[in-house]
């Protein structure tokens, strides 16, 4: 049962680096959409790089930290294929009004914990795939209305019904936009888990 | 239908029946006083260098961005051009895409069949019914002939490169070192009148129509674009939202926009040179007399 866990680099994709990959995958992407959407200001942000793309990732520490706990829960979540969705919403501070709505839809092989060995993709291609999703991500300014209020965000994790609920985690509705767009964006796969996302955002009532 | 079989057999559930977590506590946000600042109007943050009183007021956001994948890395190739009837046109990689302002249209011009040739620059002449693309192996000139069916334009291709003038009779040239030296030099004599020292790499430089000011785009470590005064050398704006090198600027026949083309394949809008209305009508008044004496001289 000795699946070595350094299997991404060598041996191809096992169930354990899937799982790191695609928590990777939503802290940077959430730190994208937070720069990108204004939640947070600008000079709050620091450059790195990753995905062969310079991503802005946060530097306040509160944040960081709520970060980590929630990306640290989905890697073990992921890994026991027991996480279907990830949910970033964004409302209003002044009326709790929901804005707008990053939907991340996963799809979990379970037959990924059997011992049948790493799976045949390439961390470059996996990446290639990364990096064009991200990149709508920030494409997607050029059509999302402005956030005119002060916005706070919320994570939502949607998971098997019978899962017990962790210390420091509570149920919670799905918080839908009442007279929403959609958008479809790209999604990526590791043969194990595939992410498919999506942002919905109030209908432009005005002129 | 298999895909939906994985999801449905492998996932063994159905959405509608998840349960949905988040951690406890308030929902995040920025600490009290930020304002969001794509909210662009009246925004009361000084910016460093642009604190003169009657300076205007530039948007540190772009209007715009346009997706630009496969655009080439490479700052000696002019991969965008701006014409005068409002089509911006794009080179990525081995086609040329034209993009329309107003209506927000995308047309396909052109791909070149020959394997690993691109196109290596882009020039409208300045009725912009013509395009001329220039081409990797510039032996060869390309000749076919396509159909705009929205604008009933057709747009012969041919090689030829468009040259600029500056207003003044200066023209600049910039270096692409990393202390790199902004020189104003007169066409008649090669003398240096002031130097700027930029922070950054300088890839590429266009003049403002509207004011008495250009800009230029950089590389690493901002990607930024710096609007300065001329000719006081002082920075009036610097834009940023590139997360790598500029390529290529090219302005709006309006004169009001700068569209900035970089290695992070997007193509940025900036509506940096915005004119008030009553400057407007003083140098309309002023162009309309100069175009009735173009129009002569091209017959």
Same mark, same amino acid.
């Given at each position: 049962m000795a699946q070595h866990q350094l299997g991404r680099e060598h041996q191809g994709i096992t169930l354990r680096g899937s799982a790191e990959l695609v928590a990777e995958f939503f802290s940077y992407g959430i730190n994208s959409i937070l720069y990108q959407r204004g939640i947070? =200001? =600008?000079?709050t942000f620091t450059r790195v790089q990753k995905y062969g793309l310079t991503l802005l990732v946060t530097t306040d520490p509160e944040l960081t930290n709520y970060l980590n706990n929630v990306t640290e829960q989905m890697k073990e979540w992921l890994y026991k294929c027991i996480v279907q969705r990830l949910v970033v919403v964004i409302s209003s501070?002044?009326?709790?009004?929901?804005?707008e709505r990053w939907q991340f839809d996963i799809e979990c092989d379970?037959?990924?914990?059997?011992?049948?060995g790493p799976r045949e993709k390439s961390q470059k291609a996996i990446q290639d795939e990364i990096r064009s999703v991200i990149r709508q991500i920030t494409a997607t300014v050029t059509f999302l209305p402005l956030l005119e209020s002060a916005c706070a965000f919320d994570l939502l994790i949607y998971t098997d019904k019978d899962l017990a609920v962790p210390e420091k985690w509570e149920e919670s509705g799905p918080q839908f936009i009442t007279n929403s767009e959609e958008v479809r964006l790209r999604s990526f796969t590791t043969t194990i888990h595939k992410v498919n996302t999506m942002v919905a955002y109030k209908r432009d009532s005005g002129p | 239908e298999q895909q939906k079989a994985w999801a449905v057999n492998l996932n063994g559930f159905d959405v509608e029946e998840a349960k949905i977590l988040r951690l406890s506590g308030k929902p995040q946000y920025a600490p009290e006083g930020y304002q969001n600042n794509l909210k662009v109007l009246y925004s009361q943050k000084v910016t460093p260098g642009?604190?003169?009183?009657n300076s205007r007021y530039v948007p540190s956001m772009p209007d715009r961005i346009l997706d630009a994948p496969?655009?080439? #890395?490479?700052?000696?190739? #002019?991969?965008i051009d701006w014409s005068s009837r409002n089509f911006l046109a794009v080179a990525l990689d081995n086609s040329v895409y034209l993009w329309n302002d107003v209506s927000g249209e995308i047309i396909q011009l052109l791909q070149i069949e020959h394997p690993d040739v691109y196109v290596s620059s882009l020039s409208w002449i300045k009725e912009g019914n013509y395009l001329a693309v220039g081409t990797s192996?510039?032996?060869?000139?390309?000749s076919a002939e396509v159909k705009l069916n929205l604008w009933g334009m057709g747009t012969k291709i041919w090689l030829a490169q468009e040259g600029c003038k500056a207003p003044n009779f200066s023209c600049l040239v910039w270096g692409r070192t990393v202390h790199s030296q902004l020189q104003r030099a007169r066409q008649t004599q090669a003398a240096c009148l002031t130097c700027v020292t930029a922070s950054s790499q300088v890839c590429s430089i266009l003049w403002s129509t509207n004011y008495k000011e250009f800009v230029s785009g950089h590389g690493f470590a901002q990607n930024q674009l710096v609007i300065w005064k001329y000719p006081s050398m002082t920075k009036i704006a610097e834009l940023q939202g590139h997360t790598a090198r500029i390529l290529n600027l090219t302005m709006s026949p309006d004169g009001t926009t700068v569209a900035s083309a970089a290695a992070d394949e997007t193509l940025r809008l900036w509506r940096c040179f915005e004119m008030d209305p009553i400057k407007k009508k003083e140098k309309e008044k002023a162009n309309s007399a100069k175009t009735s004496i173009i129009h002569q001289s091209i017959r």
């Open positions: 947070y =200001p =600008p000079e501070i002044e009326n709790n009004e929901v804005l379970k037959t990924a914990k059997d011992d049948n | 642009s604190s003169r009183k496969e655009i080439r #890395n490479d700052y000696y190739l #002019n991969l192996n510039a032996e060869v000139q390309v």
